[in-house]
């Protein structure tokens, strides 16, 4: 992402949407490489620190967010960040963040939006990849059919996804004594008929290590109708779990 432009967004508004998620309004100086962008999972690069600094092969703190609403005529945009404890660089800000603190962001970049010619969607990931499945819901046609399944720590942290009568809002509690995870929920849905297009982001271990290879090789799902992809990982920074995307997809390749 490396050519993509670095604007500097301003807080205009801070929101708490769960006691787990805080949402914020920006201002932007410049979002015209939003114009046109297509894709619902569209995300940006938060810089914390110098960004000139890229440039010169330094390495400030990069941290990915889905962006929400973006409007390059207001120049708004909104993110709703996981506020995950006191661990980490980008949470941490949002939850202590206010109106009139500024940050760089690099991008647009993203991938998915949904095929409307599928006969189904299947959504499934956690509280980092609500903003992308909410936006996802919002481009569905209103006859879509599907399951949205999203995993959070209590009732308290659901929000309203606003999705088509056909998709199915399953929610998922840490908390509940008999959850057994993200995967082993998406394994026990009702297998539809016809073409699914599939959107699982989250977790890595449960989206890269549990939900793709059952995906791809239990349910025989097309490499190109499945968009899965790593968020954050349990116990890594984003820059360890870099590291660790890259070792998977060497391996991979190799095997
Ligand atoms: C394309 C893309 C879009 C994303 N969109 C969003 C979004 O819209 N909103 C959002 O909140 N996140 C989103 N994420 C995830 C976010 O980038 C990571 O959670 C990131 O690690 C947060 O950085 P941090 O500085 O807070 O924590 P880090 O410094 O990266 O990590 C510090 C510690 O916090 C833990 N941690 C990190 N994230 C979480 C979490 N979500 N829950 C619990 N523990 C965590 C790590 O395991 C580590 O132990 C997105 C990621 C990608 C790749």
């Known amino acids: 992402m490396g050519s993509k432009p670095v604007t500097r967004l301003t807080v205009t508004d ?47 703190a990069l941290r990915t967010y889905t962006a929400l609403d ?19 660089v980008a949470g941490p800000w949002a939850a202590t963040a206010e109106p009139g603190d500024t940050i760089n962001v690099r991008g647009p970049g993203g991938a998915y939006a949904p095929d409307a010619t599928a006969d189904w969607h299947l959504f499934a990931g956690d509280e980092a990849a609500v903003p992308a499945i909410r936006q996802s819901l919002a481009a569905l ?25 056909g ?7 840490r908390s509940d004594p008999a959850h057994a995870g993200l995967a082993d929920a998406v394994r026990a849905l009702p297998w539809r008929d016809g073409r699914v297009h599939a959107f699982v982001h989250g977790e890595a271990q449960a989206v890269m290590h549990e939900i793709r290879p059952f995906l791809l090789h239990e ?33 991979e390749a190799a095997g």
């Open 70 to 88: 973006p409007d390059p005529v207001a120049g708004t945009l909104a993110i709703d960040f996981v506020v995950h404890g006191d661990a980490g």
């Open 14 to 60: 801070k929101e708490r949407l769960t006691p787990g998620m805080v949402r914020l309004r920006f201002h932007g100086e410049d979002l015209s490489a939003f114009a046109g962008s297509v894709f619902t999972d569209r995300y940006v690069k938060l810089v914390f620190g110098d960004p000139a600094a890229i440039e010169r092969g330094e390495r400030p």
């Open 141 to 165: 046609p209103d006859d879509a059919e599907g399951y949205a399944v999203v995993q959070v720590d209590t009732a308290a942290h659901e929000q309203p996804l606003g999705a088509p009568a």
């Open 167 to 173: 998709v199915e809002v399953v929610w998922l509690h």
């Open 219 to 251: 349910r025989g799902v097309p490499r190109e109708d499945l968009s899965v992809s790593g968020y954050w990982r349990q116990g890594r920074t984003e820059e360890a779990f870099r590291e660790w995307k890259a070792a998977l997809a060497a391996t």
